[in-house]
């Protein structure tokens, strides 16, 4: 059974940065997309970046998607057995609770209802 659990949230300064950790444990993690979504109070849950798998000698597939609200500014990787998501120049627009999710079916993508574990969520709050 595939678990997710995300670190590294906190409150920051604007301009400031984060870096969010995803821990995966108890299954094939290489195989398997990865993605982060966001959601903040009163909205919908959003596309923030996703990443394909890696083969067996660990070197992912090399293809990531970023959404153009933080292309530029957010940046998705991976090793093993952990997904990162580091965010500089944060917004306070950004603020929201951030949740990393796998596709055990393997779709590499920005849709939400492709991805079938997720983790707890970590919170992130840009203010001054």
């Known amino acids: 059974q595939v678990q997710l659990v995300e670190s590294g949230g906190g409150l920051v300064q604007p301009g400031g940065s984060l870096r969010l950790s995803c821990a995966a444990s108890g299954g094939p993690f290489s195989r398997y997309p990865m993605a982060w979504f966001r959601q903040a109070p009163g909205k919908e849950r959003e596309f923030v970046a996703a990443i394909s798998w890696t083969n067996s000698y660990g070197a992912y597939g090399g293809y990531t998607m970023i959404e153009d609200s933080v292309k530029g500014r957010f940046t998705i990787s991976r090793d093993n057995t952990n997904v990162f998501l580091q965010m500089n120049s944060l917004k306070p627009e950004d603020t929201a609770s951030y949740y990393c999710?796998?596709?055990?079916?393997?779709?590499?993508?920005?849709?939400?209802?492709?991805?079938?574990?997720w983790g707890q969520g970590t919170q992130v709050t840009v203010s001054s």
């Open positions: 999710a796998a596709s055990r079916r393997g779709q590499y993508s920005r849709r939400d209802d492709d991805y079938d574990v």
